[in-house]
Nanobody, 124 residues
Framework: QVQLVESGGGLVQAGGSLRLSCAAS????????IGWFRQTPGKEREFVAA????????KYADSVKGRFTISRDNAKNTAYLQMNSLKPEDTAIYYC?????????????????WGQGTQVTVSS
């Protein structure tokens, strides 16, 4: 079993930046595909970005392309989501998720392991 813990959320003004971290423990982080999702009240969890084990394949949702960057440091068992040019509509709880498939899934049902989430609030 792998445990994922997000950190780095907070309150930021529109146009600002935050970097989220996803620290993993337990089973091998190196084999995990990592995805970031976000959720607002009353809505389904939305795909944000995903990265394969080597960091060589990455996907982004259209809504965050050019503003968000996903990365990972396998030596530190940690994945990151750098969020720049934040907008009020980016306000959500952000979750990291892990899966041992080589496919970069964009649907939450394909991920087996989830963190507890971290709140990101962007004020206008």
């Amino acid at each position: 079993q792998v445990q994922l813990v997000e950190s780095g959320g907070g309150l930021v003004q529109a146009g600002g930046s935050l970097r989220l971290s996803c620290a993993a423990s337990g089973r091998a982080f190196l084999s995990l595909t990592i995805g970031w999702f976000r959720q607002t009240p009353g809505k389904e969890r939305e795909f944000v970005a995903a990265i394969n084990w080597a960091g060589s394949t990455i996907k982004y949702a259209d809504s965050v392309k050019g503003r968000f960057t996903i990365s990972r440091d396998n030596a530190k068992n940690t994945a990151y989501l750098q969020m720049n040019s934040l907008k009020p509509e980016d306000t959500a709880i952000y979750y990291c998720a892990g899966d041992y498939s080589i496919v970069l899934y964009t649907t939450e049902g394909e991920y087996d392991h989830w963190g507890q989430g971290t709140q990101v609030t962007v004020s206008s």
